[in-house]
């Protein structure tokens, strides 16, 4: 069963999900704030940016590695996998870098995540429907 690429995106997407996380719990810390955003617009931000990664990225490994089990080129595989890493590293810092919300980096972050989805989506409907 091939599933090494998916897993390399897998890894690199778990290791950003603890970075985003620790900013959130450095953010509480420094301001003693355990549950919710206290008011503070720098946490809420830290909180949404990692809300909207959890939100999209189970769903995207999945497809991304139901792809890849279907026997697609790697070179599929890994656009795939590459757009959706580098679509989730743009937005949290576009996010970050602009917390009222309009920036290259969150339009252009969540444009790469949503194209991914869409491609990794049809790829297997159409594999299904074709009976790859």
Not at 25 to 47: E, F, N, P, V
Not at 49 to 77: C, D, K, M
Not at 79 to 98: E, I, P
Not at 106 to 132: D, F, H, K, Q, Y
């Amino acid at each position: 069963m091939q599933m090494g690429i998916t897993a390399l995106y897998a890894g690199l997407l778990g290791v950003l999900l603890l970075v985003l996380s620790y900013r959130v719990s450095m953010y509480r810390r420094r301001h003693g704030i355990s549950l919710g955003d206290g008011g503070h617009k720098g946490l809420h931000t830290a909180i949404r940016v990692q809300g909207n990664f959890v939100e999209y990225v189970p769903t995207a490994l999945i497809l991304l590695l139901l792809v890849e089990l279907t026997g697609r080129q790697p070179a599929i595989v890994h656009g795939l996998g590459a757009a959706l890493f580098l679509g989730r590293v743009l937005h949290a810092q576009g996010l970050t870098s602009n917390p009222d919300g309009k920036s290259p980096g969150r339009l252009l972050g969540i444009l790469l995540t949503w194209l991914m989805l869409l491609t990794a989506s049809v790829l297997l409907i159409l594999g299904s429907a074709a009976g790859i």
